[in-house]
């Protein structure tokens, strides 16, 4: 499975953050399949942002649910009321588990910078 990240590197505050991560080698309703986004602010960790699964249903971060949503349409996030603070490199990464809930594979795009300035 490989993923690409493709979106708009730079948005002003406010506005509206629309990313697409295009999947090849793999689909995205195939069984046990989870499929994230996660970012990076600099200088900081990995801050899990939300999923969408094989099945369509999905899971956000708390902290993010509110401005957050994610479609089974090539992955696609969306987040809305942008701040600065939301600068970060943005990852779609793709988890693969057994029946018995264990991870066995995932993959990671190679992630794509955002900057939210004036």
């Known amino acids: 499975v490989q993923l690409q990240e493709s979106g708009p590197g730079l948005v002003k505050p406010s506005q509206t953050l629309s990313l697409t991560c295009t999947v090849s080698g793999g689909s995205i309703t195939t069984n046990y399949y989870y499929w994230s986004w996660i970012r990076q602010p600099p200088g900081k960790g990995l801050e899990w942002i939300g999923h969408?699964?094989?099945s369509g249903s999905t899971y956000y971060s708390p902290s993010l649910k509110s401005r957050t949503s994610i479609s089974r349409n090539t992955v696609f996030l969306q987040m809305n009321r942008l701040e600065p603070e939301d600068t970060a490199v943005y990852y779609c990464y793709a988890a693969y588990y057994n029946q018995h809930g264990d991870l066995q594979y995932d993959y990671w795009g190679q992630g794509t910078q955002v900057t939210v300035s004036t």
């Open positions: 969408i699964a094989y």
